[in-house]
């Protein structure tokens, strides 16, 4: 069944969901690459952190070549809204206290910024203190039937 709200769902995704889907690792991949199939077909919008990609860049060096991996990041970018941060959200996001880890922190903030309705992840400690709907992907797919 397919998402019939008008309101297309917004959604952010937390690196280590891309790293999973890249990877094609964990029990979630398969969750994740529906939920890129979906948004291909317009039933969501994605957004993903700029810093997520020089992350994952790195994090890729072991399974993919310099030139497969610039062309990673250009299609994160081309299928996903990329959100920057910039110093004032950072200085913010460490006076929010969102998590203990900086860059969870800063996850979570790009997510706000962004008024995204969902935080995906596998990371349980985010699950706590996100003001951001915060579900795993076959959560997702689940609630919004798609």
Do not use: W
């Not at 996903?80 to 913010?92: F, H, L, Q, T």
């Not at 206290?97 to 990371?123: G, N, P």
């Not at 985010?126 to 959560?139: A, G």
Request: hydrophobic share 40%; charged share 30%.
């Amino acid at each position: 069944m397919k998402n019939t709200d008008k309101r297309i769902p917004h959604l952010f995704l937390d690196t280590n969901i891309l790293i999973d889907y890249l990877l094609f690792r964990g029990n979630e991949a398969a969750a994740i690459e529906h939920i890129f199939d979906a948004s291909l077909e317009g039933e969501m919008k994605l957004s993903i952190a700029a810093h997520s990609l020089t992350n994952i860049y790195y994090i890729l060096r072991k399974d993919y070549d310099p030139g497969e991996r610039k062309q990673i990041i250009l299609n994160l970018s081309a299928l996903c809204n990329v959100i920057e941060i910039y110093k004032d959200s950072i200085e913010a996001a460490i006076k929010e206290s969102y998590s203990e880890d900086l860059e969870d922190s800063l996850q979570i903030k790009c997510a706000v910024e962004a008024e995204c309705d969902y935080f995906i992840t596998r990371d349980f400690d985010l699950f706590e203190n996100c003001p951001v709907r915060t579900v795993l992907p076959h959560e997702l797919i689940t609630e919004l039937a798609i």
